[in-house]
């Protein structure tokens, strides 16, 4: 089945506890992103990626990190997390970026 | 600024009754124009996307949508709505020479029975 996954769904850590948010798409796609969503914000980038090697800021960068080493995995690095990162995150893949992106089911983040 | 504008934060309705939902954008050019809908709890699907050509666009779920470029607006219609159509709904814009997408608010519709 074509998806695109996210580990783990819900996770609960406190200030300054380095965290990974994996992703991981089966569909062989170039592009893959991460968002964030906020009550009446609907969703910003954080970071995208257009190949293996290739990642680029989105709107909203600060306090986040990525690697694309490999073209199915985008994982999302907070090396010292904050309250203010307290979020639900998204993980989305898409042949191009023009396409329908395909988002991952998500993973709320609290940290406290 | 470049943004992508959802006028309406809540929208409710009757089942059976017809719905707009607006978005409005402000690029100098015409982007690609995409609504998703994420049902409670959900990711993101794509409902329906224009690049080009016909201005009415056909989606999954009975959603149309149409852009104006006059107006700069795609706004998302559907002629009878159900029940099952309670979810949030997204706009969201590509420029056809960037790299990035950009999503408007939302706009959180309820259906009434």
């Known amino acids: 089945e074509a998806q695109v996954t996210q580990n783990p769904r819900y996770l609960i850590t406190v200030t300054g506890k380095k965290l990974t948010v994996t992703c991981s798409q089966n569909?062989?796609?170039?592009?893959m992103s991460w968002y964030r969503q906020d009550p009446g914000l609907g969703l910003r980038q954080i970071y995208y990626?257009?190949?293996?090697?290739?990642?680029d800021k989105g709107d909203v960068p600060e306090g986040y990190k990525v690697s694309r080493k490999e073209k199915r995995n985008f994982p999302l690095i907070l090396e010292s997390p904050s309250p203010n990162q307290t979020s639900l995150y998204f993980c989305?893949?898409?042949?191009?970026?023009?396409?329908?992106?395909?988002f991952g089911p998500g993973t709320r983040l609290t940290v406290l | 600024a470049q943004s992508v504008t959802q006028p309406d934060i809540h929208i409710t309705v009757s089942e059976g009754a017809s719905l707009e939902l607006r978005c409005n954008y402000s690029?100098?050019?015409?982007?690609?124009l995409f609504w998703y809908v994420q049902s409670p709890g959900q990711g993101l699907q794509l409902l329906l996307k224009?690049?080009?050509?016909?201005?009415l666009v056909q989606g999954i779920k009975g959603f149309e949508a149409e852009f104006k470029r006059s107006q700069s607006s795609f706004n998302l219609r559907k002629p009878s709505v159900h029940w099952s159509d309670a979810a949030e709904y997204f706009c969201?814009?590509?420029?056809?020479?960037?790299?990035?997408?950009?999503f408007g608010a939302g706009t959180r519709l309820t259906v009434k029975p």
């Open positions: 990626s257009m190949n293996v090697e290739v990642t």
């Open positions: 989305a893949s898409s042949l191009l970026l023009n396409n329908e992106q395909f």
């Open positions: 690029y100098g050019a015409t982007p690609y």
């Open positions: 969201a814009v590509v420029l056809y020479n960037n790299n990035d997408m950009r």
């Open positions: 224009y690049f080009s050509g016909d201005t």
């Open positions: 569909m062989n796609h170039e592009y």
